[in-house]
């Protein structure tokens, strides 16, 4: 991969997109190799997956404007197909996923930002939907997940607009989860990552794919759901350590079984 890398530490991976001199701009190649870097992510099983953009000025300025100015329409389908399917493995994938914003999130590089489950971003980080200004729209699941996220009334204004907001508008309306100091981004998904990976790792993957089918399903159906994952940790082991633990007044030791 030339433009994607992955470190471990310890049971965490940090997927970074490192294109700088482009501010991490995605293209073609670069949204395959994000694909193909969570696919040997999944089958690898870390506790969780950080996602950032190389250099202090960009998380990712967006998909490529000059690759696709040159597409014709089913060729930016595919793009836009391509595009999905890679976030679909961060969404969809059973780790946590969180982005590490550390500079400019526009467009593509917001839908990145969505498509995490957790955002965290540094102060001079700056979100926006920039594509109505280019005569396109958000095609990377922006137009399906803001409005999840924030609620229509916001997301349509965002998009409508292209508006480019601060960290601290993005955290005020609910687009990230918290703000770091700048060059702390990072560092501050880290110790999220600690956080979760003190806790049942099965636990977290069931917890996260229930919470995911809230947005897909009603209520009951979403209940009904909830009780079978909820009845299927008590086939673990980690579910009886957890339990144990607490009643031996110690910390449990997950084994992730
Ligand atoms: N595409 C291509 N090149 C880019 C992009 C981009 N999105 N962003 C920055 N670059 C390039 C610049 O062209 C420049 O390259 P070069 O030195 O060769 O001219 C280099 O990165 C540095 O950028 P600037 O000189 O422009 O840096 P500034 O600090 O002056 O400005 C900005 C930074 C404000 C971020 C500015 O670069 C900018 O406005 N970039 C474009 C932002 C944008 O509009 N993003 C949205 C793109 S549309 C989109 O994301 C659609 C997603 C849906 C489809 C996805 C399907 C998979």
Redesign the pocket.
Known sequence: MNYVTIQHEDDVAVLTIDRQ???N??DRQV?EEIGQALLELESEGPRAIIVTGAGE??FI????????SMMEPLEAKR??E???A?MALLDRSPIPTIAAVNG?A????C?VALACDIRIAAENATFG???V??G?????G?TQRLPRLIGPALAKELIFTGRRISAGEAREIGLVNRVVGEGEALNAARELTAEISANGPLAVRHSKAAANRSLDVDLISGLEYEADQFALLFATEDAREGMNAFGEKRKPEFEGR
């Open positions: 001199e482009k501010l701009a995605l949204v000025r960009a300025a967006g998909a490529d404007i000059r690759a696709m793009f836009s391509i595009g999905h890679a400019y526009l467009g593509g590089g839908e939907f920039p594509e200004g280019l396109i729209l958000p095609g990377m922006g």
